[in-house]
């Protein structure tokens, strides 16, 4: 690195919520842990596609609008 380089470096910036989850991470190291086994619980499934296509499939279409009566029906 050059001198003018060194005279007019700034100090490496981080910011208040980079602090904040930084020092977070060393008070509670297992968090990151904890969280992949949340996610794992919650978002991380297997799908069985076959299972939700047949589930498409066997859907019956709701009627436009469902709490009025039906005029073909009626006597």
């Not at 602090?19 to 991470?25: R, Y």
């Not at 596609?49 to 709701?62: F, G, H, L, S, T």
Request: positive net charge; hydrophobic residues 35%; charged residues 40%.
């Amino acid at each position: 690195m050059s001198f003018l380089q060194r005279i007019f470096r700034r100090p490496d910036y981080r910011s208040d919520v980079t602090q904040f989850i930084d020092q977070l991470k060393a008070q509670k190291p297992d968090m990151e842990a904890k969280q992949r086994a949340g996610r794992a619980i919650w978002w991380d499934k297997h799908l069985d596609r076959e299972a939700i296509a047949e589930w498409k499939d066997a859907r019956v279409p709701q009627k436009p609008y469902v709490y009025g009566d039906d005029p073909r029906q009626r006597r």
